[in-house]
């Protein structure tokens, strides 16, 4: 049997012009698989008219109803009573891991507005026979060096294990590959652990990765969950994290190292860069018949 997947992406108004090429990359890619988008509900009337019918608007502060939406100036912040306040950054983080949670299907894929697919996903790219794929980078520190071991830490705090600072892979990326079955399993250990709700442990920390709880989760904690597994270091998505775009020689050698297992180039929305250039190297990489 055909294991089922769907896209899911987090996106909001100060992304609109890159979430909008991410949908036209989609459209023309996969043209039949379901994208879900969880948008706050400041910003729901901006992205519902991109609602098809296999592209679902959800607002998430309806999906989150214990938290409350605040706008203070040009900043969004979330309070929890008694006293939580959440940033977006986090509060991104938890309504990924509360969608997720509640899908009926073997996998979903976590994609960020700022990527474009320059290929279309398959079943085999995300499945290996029953087991689903794992982004796994060992040696590769989890974001920011400084940091690394600490998110690491929360994870391992969060689960009931042993906290040794970094626990050897990065699971970062774009395109992220999850089980909605290992997250259900995943969050249940959290609150067992911890004694409270799985986004009250959460927040309890200033920062955390959401990516990094589920990759030590399937690798380090033990369960029926491991059976499920399959390890890959290969990314699904090509990302400019490592490289200087600024620079026409990282260009190119950004569009050099795509190989035929991407599916997606992520070009970050934080580097400044002009719409103009963005859309070059997108052409570049089309150009290059890569893909």
């Known amino acids: 049997m055909t294991k089922s997947f769907l896209l899911v992406t987090k996106t909001y108004k100060g992304d ?6 991410l949908c036209a990359s989609i459209d023309r890619l996969m043209p039949a698989v379901e994208h879900h988008i969880l948008v706050d509900r400041s910003d729901l009337e901006l992205f519902e008219p991109f609602a098809t019918s296999r592209r679902k608007i959800i607002c998430c502060t309806n999906e989150l109803s214990q938290y409350r939406e605040l706008n203070i100036g040009q900043r969004r912040l979330w309070w929890r ?13 938890l309504a990924k891991l509360h969608y997720v949670r509640n899908l009926n299907v073997d996998a979903a894929v976590l994609v960020d507005s700022d990527a474009v697919f320059i290929r279309g996903i398959e079943p085999e790219d995300l499945f290996e026979g029953d087991r689903i794929k794992l982004y796994a980078c ?3 520190s989890s974001g920011p060096a400084e940091q690394s071991p600490k998110w690491h830490d929360v994870a391992s705090r969060s689960l009931g294990l042993r906290e040794m600072g970094y626990t050897g892979s990065d699971y970062i990326s774009q395109a992220v590959i999850w089980s909605p079955t290992i997250i259900r399993q995943m969050l249940d250990r959290i609150e067992t652990v911890c004694g409270t709700s799985w986004d009250r442990a959460l927040t309890k920390s200033f920062r955390f990765s959401e990516y990094v709880i589920y990759g030590v989760f399937c ?4 369960g029926e969950h491991r059976s499920l597994i399959s390890l890959t270091s290969k990314e699904l998505c090509h990302c400019s994290w490592d490289y200087a775009l600024s620079s026409k020689a990282e260009v190119q050698r950004f569009v050099t190292d795509i190989k035929s297992h991407h599916r997606a180039v992520l070009i970050q ?8 250039k963005r859309r070059e190297i997108l052409s570049e990489i089309t150009a290059s018949k890569l893909v």
Do not use: C, D
């Open 16 to 21: 609109y012009a890159l979430f909008e090429q």
């Open 81 to 93: 009573w008694p006293g939580t306040l959440v940033r977006g950054w986090i509060f991104q983080q």
């Open 269 to 276: 929305s934080n580097l400044g860069m002009s719409e103009a």
């Open 138 to 140: 060992p040696g590769k």
């Open 219 to 222: 690798e380090h904690a033990e």
